[in-house]
């Protein structure tokens, strides 16, 4: 989540890992979108290539769920087969106890975040109504993803004033500091510039003298994939 809206307020800390995670998230669009224009101009250069596998691939798959059920009228023919009677479960053992107490917690902290952020309490300032919905759209993602501690990190990011929506009344006791979802946050966005980076496209891209060489092996590929899809699903 961008919460370009903090105010100068909001301790030093929290800023800084906030202009960071922003600048990163920009990184991560400019890779991404580098990626793609050079991607969509490989695909059209094999097009017919690609339409080609697409289709041999798919009667690949028909003619093996024919020939599986053969198999299995063949099967049901012989001497000493057996209708299965049931199906066989795994007995698990579920921790209900917990999992319910966790529920719990998480739907305590859901609430009570939304009574302090949800749009509706800054319907008269427009300057905090934005921020307000991008929260609260931040938070019904946590709570659904079902990740009790980045809820709780969440919920001690929001009550810790460090959203620049201050809470009001007496502060609701939190579980960690709240830079803590700030932190997470931080890991999760340096982990996806990590995999935007070695995306094999991109680092032909950037690495190759001249990036369109890697089309004469995107040929090459396919020739091959191309020539073994033939053969399996050549009839006689």
Do not use: W
């Amino acid at each position: 989540m961008s919460e370009n809206q903090l105010s100068s307020e909001l301790p030093s800390q929290v800023l800084h890992l906030q202009m960071k995670i922003d600048a990163i998230r920009l990184e991560i669009s400019v890779i991404n979108q580098k990626t793609s224009d050079f991607e969509n101009l490989l695909r059209s250069k094999i097009e017919d290539e690609l339409i080609e596998e697409q289709e041999l691939y798919l009667l690949y798959k028909q003619q093996k769920k024919v020939k599986k059920e053969k198999r299995q009228v063949q099967k049901k023919l012989g001497k000493n087969y057996q209708a299965p009677t049931s199906l066989q479960t795994t007995k698990r053992t579920p921790l209900v106890e917990k999992n319910a107490k966790e529920q719990l917690q998480k739907k305590r902290l859901y609430r009570e975040a939304m009574l302090h952020v949800h749009p509706d309490k800054f319907s008269l300032q427009k300057d905090k109504l934005n921020l307000a919905t991008e929260i609260t759209a931040q938070l019904i993602e946590i709570y659904q993803s079902g990740d009790l501690a980045n809820l709780e990190a969440y919920h001690a990011h929001i009550f810790h004033g460090n959203t620049s929506l201050q809470p009001l009344g007496k502060p609701l006791e939190t579980k960690g500091s709240g830079l803590a979802y700030l932190l997470l946050e931080l890991k999760k966005i340096q982990e996806e510039l990590s995999q935007a980076q070695n995306r094999h496209t991109y680092k032909v891209l950037t690495e190759y003298e001249n990036p369109m060489t890697f089309l004469d092996e995107l040929k090459s590929y396919y020739k091959d994939r191309l020539s073994k899809l033939r053969k399996r699903t050549r009839t006689k």
